[in-house]
């Protein structure tokens, strides 16, 4: 399987099912730059009322593994892959990813005060909605209205001008490129 991918000149990593961090990537924490943004985020979320709370970020390789073993014990591998990502493949292992809930530690869901206010304004932070509605065979992940990724907030805002967010993949046109 192949390594993950780097882009230099915008520093943008790439993790999905096709291009995986191997098991010595190890940040330990959420990025620090992410962290600076958030902070600024929640803080004009509360300005316009809304609450967000960061239920999930930084997920280690060895974490992922652990949870792997667990569900081995009551599940098959093939079902678990429909809904766990195998260690390595997880967005959460670069601590450039972020899952949200709302005050009722729901997680953030389409019809949520919240995601309309996190859709309009989170690229102007850094952040994009990782795995965009309908974009399931182009990113290889169905639709996260809670999963958000820090890119920096010039690639997001291109991507989000791009209409419904541009996926990474789309913008990199990872899927035509032999790597
Ligand atoms: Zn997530």
New binding site residues.
Partial sequence: MKKYVKFNKEKILIVNKKYKLSRFFNPKKLNKELLIQYDKMWRQAQEDKINLHIV?GYRSYKYQQKLLKEYLRVDNIENIKKYLAMPGYSE?QTGL?I?LVNTESKLIKKHHKEYKWLYHNSYKFGFILRYPKGKKLITGYKY?PW?FRYVGKNLAKELYNNGDYLTLEEYFQLNNKKR
Avoid: F, L, N, V
């Fill in positions: 999930s959460h990813a899952d996260e999963h």
